[in-house]
Nanobody, 120 residues
Framework: QVQPVESGGGLVQAGESLRLSCVPS????????MGWYRQAPGKPREMVAR???????DYATSAKDRLTISRTDANNTVHLRVDSLKPEDTAVYYC??????????????WGQGTLVIVSS
């Protein structure tokens, strides 16, 4: 089973920065892309940032100037840094991997999520 493992969530003060990390877990042939999504209470899940193995990135337009996604080649760990946190950034943050499995099928794998609470 392929399931990313997130870490780094918690309670932070508004204005601070936070770094989330995601490590791939499971068996797969190739990672097509990795990214972060978030779901605030009562709202649908939304894309925050994505990155490909080649380093191409895509950010949510609404928070682009406060987001940095990066990856470590050695173990495919993906990091998300959010600066100048706002209470509206409070959400469960989910890591997503688009991977090619051993049978060459594509799979969209999700982590269990890590809760970020930003207090004002």
């Amino acid at each position: 089973q392929v399931q990313p493992v997130e870490s780094g969530g918690g309670l932070v003060q508004a204005g601070e920065s936070l770094r989330l990390s995601c490590v791939p877990s499971g068996s797969f042939r190739e990672i097509k892309s990795m990214g972060w999504y978030r779901q605030a209470p009562g709202k649908p899940r939304e894309m925050v940032a994505r990155i490909t193995p080649g380093g191409n990135t895509d950010y949510a337009t609404s928070a682009k100037d406060r987001l940095t996604i990066s990856r470590t080649d050695a173990n495919n760990t993906v990091h998300l840094r959010v600066d100048s946190l706002k209470p509206e950034d409070t959400a469960v943050y989910y890591c997503n991997e688009a991977v090619v499995l051993g049978n060459y099928k594509l799979m969209d794998a999700w982590g269990q999520g890590t809760l970020v609470i930003v207090s004002s």
